[in-house]
């Protein structure tokens, strides 16, 4: 019988730059070849990120584009060991999102590089037969002693083979081998054959988690149901900027592609990205839609696995 298998489990980089400034670089394409959208949004984040050195690159792309060339063109500007990401509806940065061509766009890639101020953990497991709570507790287990090692604030980003019905056994594993509660929010690319990119190569059906750890602070927001899904977008932000200081640098948010679905029949998918921006309207959006949220409205409690929702985390300087 297949057992859960460890892919990766090590610190990628870690310690801290004499500038102690977190610093964020994205850029974005919707060139329809992948290895030219890769090296186009990688070369904007570059950009974005100076002469600071990257400790991490994610890459979240629609479906058709999640391939070793997008790999390829992104790594000429960032090692591939950097590099991890997943496919999903699309990235929600993309300008298409919001024209009229359908539930999920044919090209949009993202790119985020962060620098400076942190450090950085990526594990990643393969969920075979061992199941969803056991592929958690791995992963858990793999970020454990980076995630106990000092008491800063600490945010997990997840993504990859976790949909709507299979997230929350997989929060369930993930803070039992973890063991402290620690804010996680995420979003499935999709089923067993999703396509995830974890240390430059491109993998399936595989779970993968970002421990990021820094002197910075972060909120977090979770909001879902039917109603106004613009508003609730807002809601969501709302708990995730609330009460916090400092100047906001980056939000990661992760849309259920069923809302986007509704949004895009209602046209109403840029009225719920014009809620974001006027949320944080300095700072980096980075997400994607996909299929099934895990998120928080409350950094202190556990983090559960929903569908039909958006989940929201915003760091600040």
Known sequence: MKKVRVIVGAALACGMLQAQVLKVGTGASELAD??????????????????TPAKAVIVFAARAQVNAELVEGVAQHFGKPLICG?????????????????HGIPHGVAVLALGGDTE?????ECVLDGGFAASGEKLGVALKEAAQREAKSRLVLTFGNQHVGENQPLMDGFYKGLG???PVVGAAAGGQDAK??????VVTGVN???????????????????????????EAFAAAT???????????????????????????LAAEFEAMRKAVPDAALFGFYG???????????RSRGVGFHIAVATLYE
């Open 34 to 51: 992948a290895k030219a959208a890769g090296a186009e949004a990688a070369a904007a984040a570059k950009a974005a990120l100076g002469d």
């Open 86 to 102: 997943c496919e999903g509806y699309s990235p929600l940065t993309c300008k298409g999102n919001f024209a009229e061509r359908g």
């Open 120 to 124: 950085v953990t990526v594990a990643a």
């Open 180 to 182: 402290v509660t620690l």
């Open 196 to 201: 995830e990119i974890v240390k430059g190569e």
């Open 208 to 234: 993968v988690a970002v421990l990021l750890s820094g002197a910075y602070s972060f909120g977090v927001g979770l909001a879902g149901g039917g109603g106004d899904l613009a508003q609730k977008a807002a």
């Open 242 to 268: 609330t009460a916090h200081g400092g100047k906001p640098v980056v939000a990661f948010v992760f849309d259920c592609g069923g809302r986007r679905g509704d949004m895009f029949k209602q046209k109403t």
């Open 291 to 301: 299929g099934g949220e895990i998120g928080t409205a409350d950094a202190g409690e």
